[in-house]
């Protein structure tokens, strides 16, 4: 008999190194905006009580936290202590009163009101079945409540003219991730996920971040994201410390870039919104 191999939680994956603590922080700057884009178009409203799932060190949490205002509410959930830790800080630090974050793995997250929205980025990437964790996820929401997520597709980055070094890296990182059982086209799933979790056909947008010359924050996007998959792209075999050459990654990624005049797409991601019904 065979088994099938189970997917590695996002902590094989990503371990919650003080590296990757900060690189969530840095990503997280350079997708805000998009983020924002489509809490937007999606309705998130001032007063609002709103579930943020896998929240990591929180700035999808504090992004909502505008915009249901001083009379709304945000509630963090993660299952890494370090990240809840990071966030709680930040949150102080900012002197947010409606955000809190707790510790829980959202398999057994219990709450004790509803909430108006349910939202999350980059989390439904790393379950094998998402639309059983929705489906749960949803009971907390209350009649006519929101969804809103937020999902790459690594796998639609580009550039343009090519540049074959931009090209494998962000190879190696799809097929790192994909090997150790993430889904790096959830955004292009979303609406199957949606509707396989009993919600309405979502409304959806896609949106990507370019990056052209020196200044680009694109080099070192890709360069941390690589550093801290290193070990598990090692471990499955997709690449070496020497193939990478990681001190040198950002530089050589840029003069590639720069020499081919090239714009870089970053991997798009899709924003999916419906409201639940139960
Ligand atoms: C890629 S990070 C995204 C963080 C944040 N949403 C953002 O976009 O900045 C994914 C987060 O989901 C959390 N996570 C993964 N599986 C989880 C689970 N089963 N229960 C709770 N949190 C989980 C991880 O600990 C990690 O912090």
Not at 174 to 187: I, K, L, N, P
Not at 228 to 256: K, N, S, W, Y
Request: proline share 5%; hydrophobic share 45%; net charge negative.
């Amino acid at each position: 008999m065979t088994t099938k191999a189970q997917p590695l939680t996002y902590q094989q994956i990503l371990t919650h190194t003080d590296l990757e603590l900060q690189r969530l922080t840095e990503q997280a700057r350079f997708f805000g905006d998009l983020t924002a884009h489509l809490f937007q178009m999606a309705g998130l409203a001032p007063g609002m009580r709103v579930l943020d799932i896998g929240c990591g060190t929180g700035d999808v949490s504090f992004l909502a936290a505008q915009f249901v205002g001083p009379t709304g509410q945000v509630i963090g959930v993660d299952r890494s202590p370090q990240a809840v830790a990071v966030a709680t800080q930040r949150a102080a630090t900012a002197g947010l009163a409606n955000v809190q974050f707790i510790t829980a793995d959202l398999a057994e997250l219990v709450l004790d009101e509803p909430v108006d929205a349910l939202i999350g980025r980059l989390i439904l990437m790393y379950f094998a079945d998402p639309a059983v964790l929705l489906r749960r996820l949803c009971r907390f929401l209350r009649p006519d409540g929101l969804v809103v997520f937020h999902e790459l597709d690594l796998t639609a980055a580009k550039a343009w003219p090519p540049c074959e070094l931009f090209a494998t890296s962000i190879s190696r990182i799809s097929q790192t991730f994909t090997r150790a059982g993430a889904d790096v086209r959830t955004g292009l799933k979303l609406a199957q996920i949606y509707t396989e979790a009993g919600l309405p056909q979502p409304e959806m947008w896609q949106s990507a971040r370019l990056g052209h010359g020196a200044d680009s924050p694109v080099y070192s996007q890709v360069t941390q994201l690589t550093h801290t998959l290193l070990p598990l792209m090692e471990r499955v075999g997709v690449a070496t410390a020497v193939d990478v050459q990681i001190e040198t990654l950002a530089d050589r990624l840029r003069q590639e870039a720069v020499a081919n005049s090239a714009t870089l797409v970053a991997p798009p991601f899709t924003g999916a919104w419906a409201h639940f019904s139960s």
